[in-house]
């Protein structure tokens, strides 16, 4: 936890967004960020009636590791790099040299195709709103971060390989020595600070005005594991209990019939 407090220490790095993301919005809140992560973590955990999967392994786990140690999890958060006293170096993101920003095109609804293959994203980052059978987009050799420049605040990821038509309701942020995914969630919490909101519009020049925390690559790549290891940790929680809930109600049917 001390590790965790380190490298949040101001400067502060939030990690935001819906799902299974993690956030936490300052110093003073992160012992109730953990508390919150392993409370669900034990509340995943309390669901499963380990005893019955246990016996079920084979059939229903492959044969899978069922343990869920939550001193594994803070293990993996004491894997969080320890920033400089000074806090970490902080890059606006104008600098062209560290950052490329773009806004899409606008886009018809006569040119939308449902049997393109080519997702189209609008305001609402995290959900395509039509597909199409063109590109804007050239090279899809890194990875992106996307932001709605109007509607509700929003920031997804875009990994590298991955092709998709921004409209001119979406923005898109590339990194050059950095890691995307950390850089999204940093942006989130960004611009939930200068309020960016259907009414305050996050247009492509108040993002390049941002000045966000950008740690060296080897520190951000440290972050970007945790991260990965924790929303994996999660999953497989999530993905158990539903697969138990499932055994537990066929053995039932089973007894009745």
Same mark, same amino acid.
């Given at each position: ?9 101001? *400067? ?36 499963? %009636? ?11 786990? /492959? ?13 993996? +958060? ?14 606006? +993101? ?7 920003? =773009? ?7 006569? #040119?939308?195709? *449902?049997?393109?293959?080519? *997702? ?18 050239? %090279? ?5 971060? +996307?932001?709605?420049? %109007?509607?509700?605040?929003?920031? =997804?990821?875009?990994?590298? /390989? ?26 989130? %919490? ?12 996050? =247009?492509? #020049? ?35 209990? *539903? ?12 007894? +009745?019939?």
């Amino acid at each position: 936890m001390e590790s965790v407090k380190q490298i949040l220490r101001n *400067p502060l790095i939030v990690w935001g967004g819906g799902g299974n993301n993690l956030s936490f919005s300052s110093l003073d809140s992160i012992d109730i960020f953990i508390a919150q992560i392993l409370a669900h973590i034990a509340e995943l955990e309390s669901k499963l %009636d380990f005893e019955f999967l246990q016996s079920l392994n084979a059939e229903v786990t /492959n044969k899978e590791s069922l343990t869920l140690d939550s001193k594994e999890f803070q293990n993996i +958060l004491n894997a969080l790099p320890i920033p400089p006293k000074e806090g970490w170096e902080r890059k606006r +993101l104008s600098d062209k040299t560290k950052f490329s920003l =773009s806004i899409g095109k606008r886009v018809l609804d006569s #040119e939308l195709n *449902p049997k393109g293959n080519i *997702p189209v994203y609008s305001a609402n980052v995290k959900k395509p709103f039509g597909f199409i059978d063109k590109e804007i987009l050239k %090279d899809y050799t890194n990875e992106s971060v +996307l932001w709605g420049i %109007d509607g509700d605040w929003l920031v =997804s990821f875009m990994p590298k /390989n991955t092709p998709f038509y921004p409209t001119d309701h979406c923005g898109v942020l590339r990194v050059n020595g950095g890691e995307a995914k950390l850089i999204a969630y940093i942006l989130g %919490d960004e611009g939930e600070r200068a309020g960016f909101s259907r009414t305050l519009r996050a =247009s492509i #020049e108040r993002i390049a005005a941002l000045k966000i925390i950008f740690p060296p690559l080897k520190s951000q790549q440290q972050i970007v594991n945790v991260i990965e290891n924790i929303e994996s940790h999660i999953t497989h929680l999530d993905s158990i209990t *539903p697969l138990l809930e499932s055994k537990k109600q066929e053995i039932l049917l089973e007894s +009745l019939m």
